[in-house]
T-cell receptor, first 116, second 112 residues
Framework: EAAVTQSPRSKVAVTGGKVTLSCHQT?????MYWYRQDTGHGLRLIHY???????EKGDIPDGYKASRPSQENFSLILELASLSQTAVYFC???????????????FGPGTRLTVL | GDSVTQTEGLVTLTKGLPVMLNCTYQ??????LFWYVQHLNEAPKLLLK?????KRTEHQGFYATLHKSSSSFHLQKSSVQLSDSALYFC???????????FGKGTVLLVSP
């Protein structure tokens, strides 16, 4: 069974503070993703990575940085947290697409971030 | 950019009735299509997937048929159960970048 874990599971941060969300996967997958979930917006892609030491911008990267120090770990960094970044954040991993294979994404349990 | 349109908001049904949740998409490529389901306070999980035009795919009592001519992938079930209450997402997959674009989701609430 695929395993993606996130820490912390919930966090309260102050406006202007720095927040780091961590994700760890034991699937041996090359791809990792960070999404945020807000009511009425579904899941929106923030950053993703397909190899260690490299990250790519997703659809809503402003205000976020990402770090992929190893295949297993992927962090999301909010340098200056703002009220608008209050949301649930999900990490996911998937295998490489190829040969007509479906690249299913496996999600972690989520981190509930509240910025006050 | 890519876009997905799903049945808006909340669908409420009584147990045993049929359901159809609509999904249409706009992409610049011919995608695989996924349906993900998210139960309350849980992570999204894959429910259905397809890339074959006009072929019905089924899983856990749910089924969907990809129609490329109309860019649709509607999710159906003939008889909903209480445990089907959840948030459902449709998502086309861009195999070139290995990315999903999620719709806003539809909440299905099944009552006794």
């Amino acid at each position: 069974e695929a395993a993606v874990t996130q820490s912390p599971r919930s966090k309260v941060a102050v406006t202007g503070g720095k927040v780091t969300l961590s994700c760890h996967q034991t699937n041996n997958h090359d791809y990792m993703y960070w999404y945020r979930q807000d009511t009425g917006h579904g899941l929106r892609l923030i950053h993703y990575s397909y190899v260690a030491d490299s990250t790519e911008k997703g659809d809503i990267p402003d205000g976020y940085k990402a770090s992929r120090p190893s295949q297993e770990n992927f962090s999301l960094i909010l340098e200056l947290a703002s009220l608008s970044q209050t949301a649930v954040y999900f990490c996911a991993s998937s295998d490489v697409t190829g040969g007509g294979n479906y690249a299913e994404q496996f999600f972690g349990p989520g981190t509930r971030l509240t910025v006050l | 950019g890519d876009s997905v349109t799903q049945t808006e908001g909340l669908v409420t049904l009584t147990k045993g009735l049929p359901v159809m949740l609509n999904c249409t998409y706009q992409t610049t490529y011919s995608p695989f299509l996924f349906w993900y389901v998210q139960h309350l306070n849980e992570a999204p999980k894959l429910l259905l997937k397809s890339s074959t035009d006009n072929k019905r795919t089924e899983h856990q009592g749910f089924y969907a048929t990809l129609h490329k001519s109309s860019s649709s992938f509607h999710l159906q079930k003939s008889s909903v159960q209480l445990s089907d209450s959840a948030l459902y997402f449709c998502a086309p997959h861009d195999s070139g970048y290995n990315k999903l674009t999620f719709g806003k989701g539809t909440v299905l609430l099944v009552s006794p």
